[in-house]
C-alpha cells in the first residue's frame, strides 16, 4: 500500500513541475548561462550601447519585449526591453538580440540582467560578465 501511495506522490509532484514548465513559471537560475566572450562580437557591443544608454542603430531597439514565449522568468508587462545584436551580412534586423530586464519605470542599465537569443525568441540564455 505504502508502494503505491508513494508513486501516486511522485507522478502528482512530477505533474504539478511539467504544469509549472508548461505555465510559463521559470524559476530563478533555470536558464542556461553563456559567459559574454563566448557570444558573438557583436553582443559585446550591444549589451555596451545598452548600459550606456544608446545611441541604437535600429528604431525598434528598447521597445518593449513581451515575454509571449514565457521562456524568461514571469514579470510585470514592461519590465523586459529588446536589443538588436547585429549579423554581419545581413540587412536587415537578424535574429539575434538582448533582452535586459527593468521596466521603463527604472534605469534599465543598472539590472544586471540581459539575456541573449540568436535564435529570434526561441531559447535563451542569462548573459553571465
Keep these: 500500500m505504502t508502494s ?6 511522485s507522478r502528482s ?3 504539478a513541475l511539467l504544469w509549472l ?3 510559463g513559471f521559470a524559476p530563478p537560475g533555470s536558464l542556461p548561462e553563456v559567459e559574454l566572450d563566448r557570444l558573438p ?3 559585446a557591443r550591444t549589451l555596451m550601447l545598452i548600459k550606456q544608454g544608446g545611441p541604437f ?5 528598447g521597445i518593449v519585449f513581451q515575454n509571449r514565449e514565457r521562456l524568461l522568468p514571469a514579470r510585470q508587462r514592461g519590465y523586459y526591453r529588446e536589443y538588436t545584436v547585429r549579423t554581419p551580412g545581413l540587412n536587415h534586423r537578424g535574429a539575434r538580440r538582448i533582452v535586459a530586464g527593468e521596466g521603463a519605470e527604472r534605469d534599465v ?5 540581459y ?3 540568436g535564435d529570434h525568441y526561441r531559447s535563451f540564455r542569462r548573459i553571465k560578465e
Design 109 to 113: 542599465r543598472s539590472s544586471g540582467e
Design 4 to 9: 503505491g501511495l508513494c508513486r501516486q506522490a
Design 21 to 23: 514548465l508548461l505555465s
Design 13 to 15: 509532484a512530477m505533474l
Design 41 to 43: 562580437p557583436e553582443a
Design 57 to 61: 542603430p535600429y528604431p525598434r531597439d
Design 115 to 117: 539575456y541573449y537569443t
